[in-house]
Each structure stands twice: as C-alpha cells, then as structure tokens.
Nanobody
C-alpha cells in the first residue's frame, strides 16, 4: 500500500506561482512512474503531467505546457509540480498518482483569482 500526501496548494493571483509536493510513504517510490492530475468543480479529472520512474520523459497537457514543470527526488520519495504563470482556469484540486494504479493522494486545492 502506497500512501501519498500532497501539499503546497493555496490561493494566488493570476500570473503567480506555486510549487506542489507529493510525498510517498513507500521507499520503492523510485520504481514508479508518477503523475499529477487535477479536477475542477463540475469537471472530470484530467492528467496534468507525468514522469517516468527515473525522472526522464516528462509529458504535459497542452494547457500547461511551458508553464508547469514536473520533477521528482527519489531519495526523498517526493514528486513535485512547479506551476508558473498561473491562470484562473488552473483552479482545481490537484492530485498525485502512481501511474496506472489506484494509489492517489487526498488532493490539494489551488485557487487562482484576482
């Protein structure tokens, strides 16, 4: 059982930045491909970005490409999402996930509003 805990969400103005973290309880974190998803009110959950176990091969949704960066520190069992140039449409609950599994964090709220 892998437990994931997200942190770093909050409220920012358009154009601002946030850095999300997702800490895993499992010491084999470095074996897993990981992903960030988000879910806005009244909408389905969408993939934001994902990354391979070795930290390579990052892939982004078109809506965040050039603004968000996914990264990981396997020594710390932590996944990150650096979010820059935030827009109101980025408002959502953000979740981390071990790819292709049912292991999810509890989510962290990101609100972008003037």
């Amino acid at each position: 059982q892998v437990q994931l805990v997200e942190s770093g969400g909050g409220s920012v103005r358009p154009g601002g930045s946030l850095r999300l973290s997702c800490e895993a309880s499992d010491r084999t974190f470095g074996n897993y491909d990981m992903a960030w998803f988000r879910q806005a009110p009244g909408q389905g959950r969408e993939t934001v970005a994902h990354i391979r176990a070795n930290g390579e091969g990052a892939v982004y949704a078109d809506s965040v490409k050039g603004r968000f960066t996914i990264s990981r520190d396997n020594a710390k069992s932590t996944l990150y999402l650096q979010m820059n140039s935030l827009k109101p449409e980025d408002t959502a609950v953000y979740y981390c996930n071990v790819r292709h599994t049912t292991y999810w964090g509890q989510g962290t709220q990101v609100t972008v509003s003037s």
